[in-house]
């Protein structure tokens, strides 16, 4: 099997190329060659083929083909608050060059079969307020540019797939935790802030009040759903056939909640650490996430993190 990543060298693209790595595997099928794609190329073994180049790139585009993945994983992508300042750079990065991609996986020789593509879509495809629960029914009405873009793909690469160009399967990522301290262009990192504080016993402002819910999940557990999501079976949820695009199951925990929970498993006051300063805008669109109906998400053998002190150790496993 041939695997490609896009954004490796992001977030959540390097903890799957990490994964991959370590696993050799993708279900029962061994992953013999991997490429990786990005702006700038992290580490990596001698035999990951690297393709450095931007994806609405001719020359990048020409290796993608020439490497002729068997899957594929999109993560490439400019983050929330970064399209959210500039649509025009987010239609390029999130739709264009994703449009792009689907052209050049779907050009396979007729009668073959369709790479699989995981795409790395997003909870902000969602409208606000929203409905307690959130079930698959529920409409998507993007607050953001982001939300917005990710949706536009959403649809497409159903249609790719109802095609036979595409087996394409759309994963809506919650809060993926915890991201290295430096900037990310997303405003929800806030998230993974919180953690690194309290593990180092500093202090730290939080954007949202302790009551604030959100819907969690560790980076580990993010790229196990993203690797599962290559070999499941979409036929075994027939409703999401047409739509393929499944919510990631999650964690749904209050600021509070992650907090105590940080503060217990690394010994120091948290309460006294951290500080709220909710800011309205913030908390309107991280804050105030119900009850996720993910059943049919579960049915594919997707999952969550397991408990919240779970989700806490494998979020900051990598820093310590």
């Given amino acids: 099997m041939k695997v490609l990543i896009t954004g490796a060298g992001g ?37 990951v083929q ?18 002729a993945p068997d899957v594929c994983f999109h993560l490439a992508a400019l983050p929330g608050g970064a399209a959210e300042a500039d649509p025009a750079a987010s239609r390029r990065v999130n739709l264009e060059a994703t449009l792009d991609l689907f052209d050049t996986l779907a050009g396979r020789v007729p009668g073959t079969k369709p790479p699989v593509l995981v795409y790395a879509s997003t909870i902000a495809v969602y409208g606000l307020p929203l409905p307690d629960p959130v079930t698959p029914s529920t409409p998507t009405r993007p607050p ?54 309290i593990a180092a016993g500093q202090s730290f402002v939080c954007p949202v009040g302790p009551d604030a819910s959100s819907w969690w999940m560790s980076a580990l557990c993010c790229a196990e759903n993203l690797m599962h999501g290559a070999v499941m079976d979409p036929t075994c949820d027939p409703e999401g056939c047409t739509s393929r695009a499944w919510p990631l199951p999650v964690i749904r925990l209050s600021m509070a909640k992650v907090v105590q929970t940080a ?17 309205p805008e913030v908390e309107a669109v991280f804050g105030r996430y119900p009850v996720l109906d993910d ?26």
């Fill in 295 to 320: 059943a049919r998400s579960r049915l594919l053998g997707l999952r969550d993190d397991g408990s919240p002190e779970a989700l806490v150790c494998r979020a900051l496993a990598p820093f310590a």
């Fill in 144 to 197: 953001l540019v982001y939300g917005a873009h990710k949706l536009a793909c959403e649809i497409l690469l159903a249609d790719y797939t109802r095609r036979g160009l595409l087996d394409g399967r759309s994963l809506r990522l919650p809060g993926i935790v915890a991201r290295p301290r430096a900037p990310s262009g997303l405003v929800s990192a806030f998230m993974s802030e919180v953690l690194h504080a």
């Fill in 263 to 279: 503060s217990q498993m690394y010994g120091v006051d948290g309460e006294a650490l951290v500080r709220y300063a909710p800011q």
């Fill in 11 to 47: 977030f959540i693209g390097s903890t799957l190329v990490r994964a991959l790595l370590q696993s050799g595997h993708l279900g029962e099928q061994r992953v013999q060659k991997m490429a990786i794609v990005d702006h700038r190329l992290p580490d990596r073994p001698d035999f």
């Fill in 50 to 67: 690297g393709i450095e180049g931007d994806l609405c790139d001719a020359r990048t585009q020409q290796q993608i083909a020439d490497f």
